[in-house]
């Protein structure tokens, strides 16, 4: 499957963005997905996932609270509302398919990757 995010920019403190995951080449509906995000200078980290069904989702403490992923299968899309920006959220962000569909924490559990979009939060 082929993503591509999409929805980055620059936005203040304190406001928000939805990124959105659209996949190509096949459905989504049976992959579990995630979002991770890379900032300069620092491993690429876990931010959020969802099953297949929707029906589980995780979160970073980072970042729980304040994002919120959801996903449309009908439109193959994946999204993450990200709400109460702070500058530490500033980074590349990417979005994962899991082909064995749970969805996780796990970085390594995800075979399909789409290039990223940069979010930038400051004054």
């Known amino acids: 499957v082929q993503l591509q995010a999409s929805g980055g920019g620059l936005v203040q403190p304190g406001g928000s963005l939805r990124l959105s995951c659209a996949a190509s080449?096949?459905?989504?509906?049976?992959?579990?997905m995630g979002w991770f995000r890379q900032a300069p200078g620092k491993e690429r980290e876990f931010v959020s996932a969802?099953?297949?069904?929707?029906?589980?989702?995780y979160y970073a403490d980072s970042v729980k609270g304040r994002f919120i992923i959801s996903r449309d299968n009908a439109k193959n899309t994946v999204y993450l509302q990200m709400n109460s920006l702070k500058p530490e959220d500033t980074a590349v962000y990417y979005c994962?398919?899991?082909?064995?569909?749970?969805?996780?924490?796990?970085?390594?559990?995800?075979?399909?990757w789409g290039q990223g979009t940069l979010v930038t939060v400051s004054s």
């Open positions: 080449g096949r459905t989504l509906s049976t992959y579990g």
């Open positions: 994962a398919g899991d082909r064995a569909g749970w969805g996780s924490p796990n970085k390594a559990d995800f075979d399909s």
């Open positions: 969802i099953s297949w069904s929707g029906g589980s989702t």
